[in-house]
Nanobody, 124 residues
Framework: VQLQASGGGSVQAGGSLRLSCRVNRYTLDYYAIGWFRQAPGKEREGISC????????YYTDSVKGRFIISRDSAKATVYLQMDSLKPEDTAVYYC??????????????????WGKGTQVTVSS
């Protein structure tokens, strides 16, 4: 399983970015996808995930109401729409996959495959 995150960049507080996680074809049929982030000097934090069917999603409290996760099976891509960005959202963002039938996870130790990260920088 290969995952490639993209879409990071630098924005001002209050701005928006959309991250994309491109995966191998058919990966979304068997794997739930999660988004994680790691700020300098901090542990990796799971922030959102979506099940393989798209029927289950999860958001950590710090991003709830501002971020939306979605998937496009035809494009083999999972998106993370990030609105109302804050300086504390600055981090390297990673997407990751876990083989799962119905659920998803934001627990890093439960992840099967990681993609390379994309930097998000939010200035005040």
């Amino acid at each position: 399983v290969q995952l490639q995150a993209s879409g990071g960049g630098s924005v001002q507080a209050g701005g928006s970015l959309r991250l994309s996680c491109r995966v191998n074809r058919y990966t979304l049929d068997y794997y739930a996808i999660g988004w994680f982030r790691q700020a300098p000097g901090k542990e990796r934090e799971g922030i959102s995930c979506i099940s393989r069917t798209g029927g289950t999603t999860y958001y950590t409290d710090s991003v709830k109401g501002r971020f939306i996760i979605s998937r496009d099976s035809a494009k083999a891509t999972v998106y993370l729409q990030m609105d109302s960005l804050k300086p504390e959202d600055t981090a390297v963002y990673y997407c990751a996959a876990k083989e799962a039938m119905t659920s998803c996870t934001v627990v890093a130790t439960e992840i099967d495959y990681w993609g390379k990260g994309t930097q998000v920088t939010v200035s005040s």
